[in-house]
């Protein structure tokens, strides 16, 4: 396509972090009235990609260019001000206010004699709801919307807002089935508007289904542009490729050992079919799957998190159910949660403090007293953290100066030290740079190879691949393969976990 | 270094403040008259401050502290009143008050009220049976003399206020600082999701929090009384804000800008020393509110601006 008539060409980007090249001269460009899917796997370089079309990042090397004009983004208000609009799937919105007012927040109201002319508001907002979203109750607080709805009013407020070039990053990923569809019913009607929309997500049936062109990125670059009939759930999945790095290093066999947990026909809010599979001492079993698809929501069930609807959990042959986490922790098993800094760090406090805290009692002064012996801990600190080689100034440093890997070693630490009947992990690498993701896929190993069970739970494929004696694939809501090392390949886990969503009942 | 100024700031502060305070009026404010004065004053403040210390380390407010010691001494002073002996009269009302302190808990830990709106209601209740208990009056008959010394004279040279001070915030200190209780309200305090994940009984610590939150504040209210000989439902409400301001001082003085009950004791000993000595030199009523206010954001704001370092 000339680039000319694009709304907006990314052409011949480069972008290093450190040592970490996550753009090698990718290149992506979309017309006005055209859907482009992009694709790729973690790490291919999308969010990199989005992130420089948003202004949040400036690229090494390319040129951005708006109506074949080439441009320059000094911060993510330039991008907004030539109207390119970043939709995350969880955009905030205020919960209390109703999707006109949420539509027109930051921007300047309309006037009439001094005061906000709330009619003009309205009629603004009303007439581009009708055309997009037909129904949309947009009087209606977005707190009593569902999620499908909320998602209607991003895409409004973007549309409203004079937005040429929308960049929807996951936006389905929280969706479901019937409500998708309206969600692409919505983007079509803005595609015949003239608006120019980038389609980001793992999903790809539905980026297949929607996209006119499809740009597929590994390693930072372009690897192929699709077209029409061309696009493929298939052929989508052989571009995206990277077999690489699939020739995992060969475990310890596992056959033989005990059972440690074992999991029947366990269900829960999210995890919809019963689940049923084992773990055996020793090993590693990667939960794959997408956003979504129940894996996380099985951990939360075993770390008593969740409560499941339906089903049994034994630990060593002995029934299991934890109410909350103090007795997951109490019955040996040990967590490290996703998305740490919500949900794992103490970043004001120090280091020794965040290592010692989920098995405090371990460090008394005096058997029965429960006063913590400050010399116990930082000698077990520090003992943990030569075995998780985790690089720091000092133990009393606070959490919260750690880089993003030496972090998550810091959380990997607590349990250092104690034998775990099952080690819990989720999406264990997330967020941290890649000489850190080689060095925590070899703890999980050591954990592993201690005789620990190992849960991982992992949207990243090559994780799955490398890290799993057995990999659990996961799709809406259901385990739909359970394979062992041997029969496991990459394309075959990228279509098992594609989702294809049943049709809207 | 800004950080350090933000830290010993505040203690240099209130080192400058007593030396003004004694070079403008050395006989009168650098006495030990008025030294005990200050001690007796400042006792029940510092215990309700205290309280008002241990929610916040857990990131909550108690707003209901004031409420509760009016009526532990009110409880107290109705059952003098009507002929009960003080060995019984105590238990129930510092139980009343931990009740209270329950009842705060429940409702922020379980049913996630926000503890500001939790504490203001609650402790609007405690008001209420308050007012109902002493008909709205002052309380003074038939209060037994043992009670009063709780509250009155000396011990071994010192104020009996000072050694429940001692006592009191030394507990509180070293439950903070030493205890596996003290460092999971820590916890709580600086990331109550991940205290939960991490298998910590988020809910029970919480809800002991404000129980002792309760306890505390009616001990206060009880020392209070023991001190006038007489009590009013509203006696123990002019506390709350300067409890506060207190532990809000006191967090310019940590590090990590948390509260502790060092800090806090500077605070009460920072606002203390303020309105004694202004009153002292002569300083008008309106002037000394106006001055302690801008105090209070003064020592906010050079933490703030440390911080951002």
Same mark, same amino acid.
């Given at each position: 396509m000339p680039l000319s008539s694009a709304a907006l060409a990314l052409t011949g980007l480069v972008k290093q972090f450190g040592a970490t090249r996550a753009l090698n001269g990718a290149s992506l460009s979309v017309a006005p009235g055209e859907i482009l899917g992009l694709v790729g796997h973690n790490g291919a370089g999308k969010s990199t990609l989005i992130k420089i079309a948003a202004g949040a990042y400036t690229p090494d090397q390319g040129t951005i260019s708006l109506d074949g004009a080439v441009v320059s983004f000094a911060s993510p208000a330039d991008a907004y001000a030539a109207g390119i609009r970043v939709i995350h799937q969880d955009a905030p919105l205020v919960p209390?206010?109703?999707?006109?007012?949420?539509?027109?927040?930051?921007?300047?109201?309309? +006037? +009439?004699?001094?005061?906000?002319? +709330?009619?003009?508001?309205?009629?603004s907002i009303a007439v581009v709801a009708e055309e997009i979203a037909p129904g949309l109750p947009i009087d209606r607080p977005v707190a009593a919307l569902s999620p499908a709805e909320k998602q209607f009013v991003r895409l409004l407020r973007a549309v409203a807002d004079a937005g040429r070039v929308l960049i929807l990053d996951e936006p389905t990923a929280a969706l479901p089935a019937e409500d998708a569809d309206r969600f692409f019913e919505a983007l079509r009607r803005i595609r015949a508007r003239g608006t120019a929309i980038v389609f980001v997500s793992h999903r790809l049936d539905e980026v297949a289904s929607i996209s006119d062109r499809v740009v597929v990125i590994r390693d930072g670059a372009n690897v192929a542009e699709l077209a029409g009939a061309d696009i493929g759930v298939g052929r989508l999945i052989a571009e995206m490729g990277g077999d690489n790095g699939a020739a995992a290093a060969g475990s310890a066999m596992t056959a033989g050992a005990p059972v440690v947990l074992d999991i029947v026909g366990l269900?829960?809010?999210?995890?919809?079919?019963?689940?049923?599979?084992?773990?055996?001492?020793?090993?590693?079993?990667?939960?794959?799957?997408?956003l979504g698809s129940g894996r996380s929501s099985l951990l939360n069930a075993i770390w008593g998190e969740e409560k499941p609807t339906a089903g049994e959990m034994r630990l060593e042959d002995t029934p299991f159910h934890p109410r909350n986490a103090g007795e997951a922790v109490a019955a040996g098993i040990s967590y490290v949660p996703a998305d740490r800094h919500r949900t794992g760090l103490f970043a004001e406090? #120090?280091?020794?403090f965040n290592k010692t805290l989920p098995l405090l009692s371990s460090y008394r002064r005096f058997a029965g007293l429960p006063l913590p012996d400050r010399k116990a801990e930082r000698a077990d600190f520090l003992a943990a953290a030569e075995r998780v080689a985790m690089a720091f100034h000092g133990p009393g440093q606070s959490a919260g100066t750690l880089s993003?890997?030496?972090?998550?070693?810091?959380?990997?630490?607590?349990?250092?030290? +104690?034998?775990?009947?099952?080690?819990?992990? #989720?999406?264990?690498?997330?967020?941290? #740079?890649v000489m850190a993701k080689s060095a925590i896929k070899q703890i999980i190993r050591a954990i592993a190879a201690d005789g620990n069970a190992v849960l991982v739970s992992t949207s990243d494929r090559e994780e799955a691949l490398e890290l799993g004696d057995r990999v659990l694939v996961f799709r809406d809501g259901a385990i739909v393969a359970d394979w062992g090392r041997h029969e496991v390949t990459p394309a075959g886990l990228s279509a098992a976990a594609q989702a294809k969503r049943a049709p809207a009942a | 270094m800004r950080h350090h100024l933000g830290r010993f700031g505040t203690l240099i502060a209130f080192v400058l403040l007593c030396a003004v305070f004694t070079a403008a009026a050395p006989s009168a404010f650098a006495s030990q008259a008025n030294f005990f004065n200050l001690l007796q004053q400042l006792a029940t403040l510092s215990i309700v401050a205290t309280a008002a210390t241990l929610v916040m380390t857990i990131s909550e407010f108690d707003l209901s502290v004031g409420?509760?010691?009016?009526?532990?001494?009110?409880?107290?002073?109705?059952?003098?009143?009507?002929?009960?002996?003080?060995?019984?009269?105590?238990?129930?009302?510092?139980?009343?008050?931990?009740?209270g302190g329950v009842a705060n808990g429940v409702l922020v830990a379980v049913y996630g009220v926000p503890s500001f709106v939790a504490?203001?209601?609650?402790?609007?209740?405690?008001?209420?049976?308050?007012f109902g208990l002493s008909h709205g009056g002052t309380l003074f008959q038939n209060v037994p003399p043992g009670?009063?010394?709780?509250?009155?004279?000396?011990?071994?040279?010192?104020?009996?206020?000072?050694?429940w001070i001692v006592a009191v915030l030394g507990i509180a200190s070293f439950v903070l600082s030493q205890t596996e209780f003290g460092r999971r309200l820590r916890a709580i305090g600086g990331n109550a999701l991940a205290a939960r994940l991490a298998g910590l009984p988020v809910v029970r610590d919480v809800?002991?929090?404000?129980?002792?939150?309760?306890?505390?504040?009616?001990?206060?209210?009880?020392l209070l009384s023991a001190r006038l000989g007489s009590v009013q439902p509203t006696m123990g409400e002019p506390l709350l804000l300067p409890a506060y301001a207190a532990v809000f001082i006191g967090t310019t003085a940590s590090s990590t800008g948390s509260p502790s009950v060092a800090g806090t004791l500077l605070g009460v000993a920072i606002t203390g020393v303020l309105a004694n000595g202004m009153t002292i030199i002569g300083v008008d009523p309106f002037v000394q509110k106006i001055v302690t206010g801008a105090i209070i954001i003064v020592a906010v704001l050079v933490r703030r601006l440390g911080r951002r370092q």
């Open positions: 209390a206010f109703d999707s006109i007012d949420n539509c027109w927040l930051g921007r300047a109201y309309p +006037r +009439r004699m001094g005061m906000i002319d +709330r009619r003009t508001m309205r009629r269900t829960t809010p999210m995890l919809k079919s019963p689940a049923s599979f084992s773990v055996r001492a020793g090993e590693i079993v990667a939960l794959y799957g997408l406090f #120090d280091l020794v993003g890997g030496n972090q998550q070693k810091l959380i990997f630490s607590r349990w250092a030290n +104690r034998h775990s009947r099952v080690m819990l992990l #989720d999406e264990p690498t997330e967020g941290v #740079d | 409420y509760a010691a009016s009526l532990a001494a009110v409880i107290c002073f109705a059952m003098f009143g009507a002929g009960y002996d003080a060995w019984l009269a105590v238990p129930v009302a510092l139980f009343a008050c931990i009740l504490t203001l209601a609650l402790g609007t209740v405690l008001s209420g049976v308050a009670f009063t010394s709780l509250g009155r004279g000396n011990f071994l040279g010192l104020p009996v206020l000072a050694f809800i002991a929090t404000f129980a002792i939150a309760g306890g505390l504040s009616g001990l206060a209210g009880l």
